[in-house]
């Protein structure tokens, strides 16, 4: 985002009542609703954010065999924000991600053959989390002192949610090599995703490559103009699941009182919230 602001100097920072100047509309040529500069930052001096993120892995390995390893790796990102912005709102949320990777390599060389052989799990778990309350009208207006239940209790709000996803998966992958410079390559993985339903969650993508190191053939032993030349054509199929919302394939409900909110005992003072299909 640019760090300016454009603000039509016809218009003064305060008006006549000491507040702060501003358009209601772009009538005035500018084409849209401007903020006053000033203004904003005015209310959001008392704006304060902090992050704390922590993230890293951990990994054991065992030479099972002089050709055969075994290694699992576990890695996590963690992200906590609160957000506190004076006479309006205080937020706090994180979220996580939980890898845990499992494999066994297996390499050997055979005169001019060398084969690599790769099997392995993955699993992937999402989770995040966040509560927002919110009031105005504080009975002291110190930002040392400006804490929600000093806050008029008709302004209050709160709302907050919450999602996990997770991915499973297995693969296994084989190199072959002839002479180091005549490749071939294959892949497979089987997912599951709990975005998708029951019926779908499950998929199998294949990959395969050939590979060519051309500048290790005799014509080129001598080539000025190559250090190294390789030459590559594969084919893939990979799947997306970040295009879809948790928990997609299910019907849905939230507590929303706009639409599904009664007053059972009529009396203004009974009123329930319901739920609503999202």
Do not use: M
């Not at 993120?53 to 790796?73: C, H, M, Q």
Request: glycine share 10%; charged share 15%.
């Amino acid at each position: 985002a640019p760090l300016y602001s454009r603000y039509n100097p016809i218009i003064p920072v305060y008006d006549e009542g000491g507040n702060f100047g501003g358009t209601l509309n772009g009538t005035l040529g500018l084409g849209t609703n401007f903020a006053n500069p000033v203004a904003t930052q005015t209310r959001l001096k008392d704006y304060i954010q902090r992050t704390l993120r922590v993230f890293g892995s951990v990994y054991a390995a065992v030479d099972i065999l002089p050709e055969l390893t075994f290694k699992t790796n576990v890695g996590l990102n963690y992200t906590q924000n609160n957000n506190s912005q004076f006479r309006i709102n205080e937020y706090s949320g994180w979220n996580s991600e939980v890898t845990w990777t499992n494999t066994l390599d297996f390499s050997k060389f055979y005169g001019d053959h060398s084969i690599s052989l790769l099997a392995g799990t993955e699993s992937i778990e999402t989770k995040n989390q966040f509560v927002e309350a919110g009031g105005e009208n504080f009975f002291i207006e110190d930002p040392s002192f400006t804490y929600l239940n000093g806050a008029s209790p008709a302004t209050l709000t709160v709302q907050g949610t919450g999602s996990q996803r997770n991915l499973a998966s297995i693969f296994g992958k084989i190199d072959y090599a002839f002479k180091s410079k005549y490749l071939i390559n294959a892949t497979v993985r089987r997912d599951g995703s709990s975005a998708l339903g029951a019926n779908n969650r499950f998929d199998i993508f294949p990959a395969v490559g050939l590979g060519w190191i051309v500048s290790d053939e005799s014509f080129l032993e001598e080539s000025s103009i190559f250090n190294q030349l390789k030459v590559r054509a594969g084919w893939g199929k990979s799947g997306n699941q970040n295009s879809l919302s948790d928990f997609a394939f299910s019907s849905r409900f939230a507590a929303d009182p706009i639409s599904t909110g009664y007053d059972l005992g009529a009396s203004n003072g009974s009123f329930q919230t319901g739920v609503a299909l999202l």
